[in-house]
């Protein structure tokens, strides 16, 4: 039994867990995902416009600086009230180095992914979950793909306190490789105002054979109606000597 059939295993023997799913929310912005489902016969779309990374990090002593940005999407559809499917794209990406004086350019297509996500009905009000299990294919041009397949399964938690404030936190297992990560991502998120709500996240992530990576994220999202936001986010990497940072902005319709 492969890999992927074990979590598409894992994760079916949890509907009859579940009765109902959770209110509908979009997965973006941030780095975990939300326990919302998309209805049945209705279809999300999550377009980064774009996402993009800065990096600066020292080759033989000298300095190199990348941008990169990518027009990553994710298509969501309901498949029963409690269960959605997920399709990924990474999308256009293109890349500017500065190293000794000369600049290098690049561009290409970014990975697929593949997943499900079902909602674990917890009978309570405030307090809602879901799992996720995620396929990304390595299918894209060098220099913008992940070169291996990784298979993750991953589950949300969410409380929400009051109208004004709610919490949460995704934790992610991924095997690459045969290698494997586990990634946490505790959330805070909080209305400003009328339309405005803002979110930060703190993200720690430790693979097998490597050191401990850390990072901070915060974000505004702004609801234009029931169907339709924008959102704009900055996070920052705290780990190792590298400065490495990542921005974005994007839009989300349910249709």
């Given at each position: 039994?492969?890999?992927?059939?074990?979590?598409?295993?894992?994760?079916?023997?949890?509907?009859?867990?579940?009765?109902?799913?959770?209110?509908?929310?979009?997965?973006?912005?941030?780095?975990?995902f939300g326990t919302g489902?998309?209805?049945?016969?209705?279809?999300?779309?999550?377009?980064?416009?774009?996402?993009?990374?800065?990096?600066?990090?020292?080759?033989?002593?000298?300095?190199?600086?990348?941008?990169?940005?990518?027009?990553?999407?994710?298509?969501?559809?309901?498949?029963?009230?409690?269960?959605?499917?997920?399709?990924?794209?990474?999308?256009?990406?293109?890349?500017?180095?500065?190293?000794?004086?000369?600049?290098?350019?690049?561009?290409?297509?970014?990975?697929?992914?593949?997943?499900?996500?079902?909602?674990?009905?917890?009978?309570?009000?405030?307090?809602?979950?879901?799992?996720?299990?995620?396929?990304?294919?390595?299918?894209?041009?060098?220099?913008?793909?992940?070169?291996?397949?990784?298979y993750s399964i991953g589950?949300?938690?969410?409380?929400?306190?009051?109208?004004?404030?709610?919490?949460?936190?995704?934790?992610?297992?991924?095997?690459?490789?045969?290698?494997?990560?586990?990634?946490?991502?505790?959330?805070?998120?909080?209305?400003?105002?009328?339309?405005?709500?803002?979110?930060?996240?703190?993200?720690?992530r430790k693979a097998e054979?490597?050191?401990?990576?850390?990072?901070?994220?915060?974000?505004?999202?702004?609801?234009?109606?029931?169907?339709?936001?924008?959102?704009?986010?900055?996070?920052?990497?705290?780990?190792?000597?590298?400065?490495?940072?990542?921005?974005?902005?994007?839009?989300?319709?349910?249709?």
């Open positions: 039994m492969t890999i992927l059939n074990k979590m598409t295993l894992v994760l079916a023997s949890t509907i009859s867990m579940s009765s109902m799913a959770a209110d509908f929310s979009f997965d973006r912005p941030g780095t975990g489902i998309t209805p049945v016969g209705h279809l999300a779309w999550e377009q980064g416009l774009p996402s993009a990374n800065y990096t600066e990090t020292k080759i033989d002593g000298a300095q190199a600086k990348t941008v990169t940005l990518n027009t990553d999407m994710l298509f969501r559809t309901g498949l029963t009230s409690s269960m959605e499917l997920q399709l990924g794209f990474e999308g256009a990406g293109w890349t500017q180095t500065k190293y000794k004086g000369e600049k290098t350019h690049d561009s290409g297509l970014g990975d697929v992914s593949i997943g499900l996500k079902q909602a674990i009905d917890l009978d309570d009000d405030k307090l809602s979950m879901a799992i996720l299990a995620r396929a990304l294919i390595a299918t894209g041009n060098d220099g913008f793909s992940e070169e291996d397949d990784i589950s949300s938690l969410a409380y929400q306190y009051s109208d004004l404030l709610n919490t949460g936190i995704t934790m992610n297992y991924a095997v690459q490789d045969g290698h494997w990560a586990v990634t946490a991502i505790p959330m805070l998120g909080y209305q400003i105002a009328g339309k405005l709500s803002g979110f930060s996240e703190f993200v720690y054979s490597q050191d401990y990576e850390y990072g901070l994220g915060s974000g505004l999202i702004y609801a234009l109606n029931d169907r339709a936001q924008l959102d704009a986010s900055i996070g920052v990497d705290l780990n190792g000597d590298d400065r490495s940072y990542h921005a974005g902005f994007g839009v989300a319709f349910l249709f």
